[in-house]
DNA sequence: GGCATGTGAGACATCAATGACGCAGTTATT
DNA sequence: AATAACTGCGTCATTGATGTCTCACATGCC
């Protein structure tokens, strides 16, 4: 594959998101459009919807593994842990409107990254006893509403920043001091 | 407009709203199907895809302002306002996916009644002071959380039920005590 | 420089959803 | 019972998205 081609794959998949984002249907013309490129190469580089979506997802979740790593979920205090991959995450820039609703649930080793993550927060004492599974749905519903936040409210971001707003609530929600 | 035409029409809100909470795309066909009605008389019923679009927002949108009445917003203790509110919407079986997802944001009028009840929750130290359109989201994505929990969780509707569950995670969420 | 690869533009076929009719048969209403 | 209103079914036109293909041109790579 040319270096050429890689960078227009690149493109494509970076516009898909932001593109898919605001519309989950807009259609493989805009999503070429927003990428520079035509509707054909598109198809060159993708077979078909289905494989772009997937493609998409699957590079997602491969930034979520890296967040969930770059985080230490398994050695860090969970608090910070919780804070940082937060942070992480916000600069991401990831439309989280797509990656949560559309490309279906976090994989599994994202799944049970998280799972780790609020099992030693309840350890520590930090939240209340409760299913992690509960405990993730929770989470990402709040980076949902914490993500599309700032157009609205930026005041509300005062000390810790949006990440810091995040885990506030969050911790807040599953029953910690 | 005959008796039998009326329960056309609201057969069809009906099978809308199931169908499309399941899918958002669905097809007036499928639509029709689900209502034991034929596609032409969702058209005759309702001009355009869009109309009823509109219709069935319209549809929900009352019924959260019947809900804020009844869980009289205005006068009860708050919290208690809170649980009933909750109590009363699950009951309701709406499908919240589209409700909130898809019939874009509450009407003004809903969104009035909200603002109120958590600014009275605030008056009353059930949460730490923020601005209402944050209070409002984070109930709406929590109560969506909640909504599709029995499903894999049913152990976690412990003591008070769903309504319970929700009004403690809000709480919670917002910085109550 | 020359070859292989990638690309844009456009044409084309397909398909599903939408929306509009007409007609024959049913049902509510008076 | 007579009339007006509904409905199901089938037909048709239209539209927008998808996917495929070809051809001329460009661009990366050896």
């Known amino acids: 594959m040319r270096a050429d081609a890689e960078r227009s794959t690149a493109r494509i998949l970076e516009a898909a998101e932001t593109v898919l984002a605001d519309d989950p249907n807009a259609s493989l013309e805009r999503i070429g459009d927003a990428a520079g490129v035509a509707r054909a190469t598109v198809h060159r580089r993708f ?7 997937k493609a998409l997802s699957e590079r997602l979740n491969d930034r979520y593994l890296a967040v969930i790593e770059q985080a230490k979920v ?13 942070e992480i995450v916000f600069d991401l820039k990831i ?8 490309a279906s649930a976090p994989g599994r080793e994202v799944q049970d990254g998280l799972d780790l993550l609020f099992t030693r927060l309840q350890e520590a004492g930090a939240i209340a006893p409760a299913s ?4 993730r749905r929770v989470y990402l519903a709040l980076m949902g509403e914490v993500y599309l936040l700032p157009d609205e409210a930026p005041e509300l971001v005062e000390a810790g920043g949006r990440a ?14």
């Open 132 to 135: 992690p599974s509960w405990c």
């Open 74 to 86: 398994e050695t860090a205090p969970p608090v910070l842990a919780l804070h940082r991959a937060s």
């Open 47 to 53: 077979a078909s919807r289905q494989a772009l979506l």
């Open 95 to 102: 439309s989280h409107r797509f990656s949560i609703t559309l």
């Open 164 to 177: 810091g707003l995040l885990v506030k609530t969050v911790l807040g929600a599953l029953g910690g001091r």
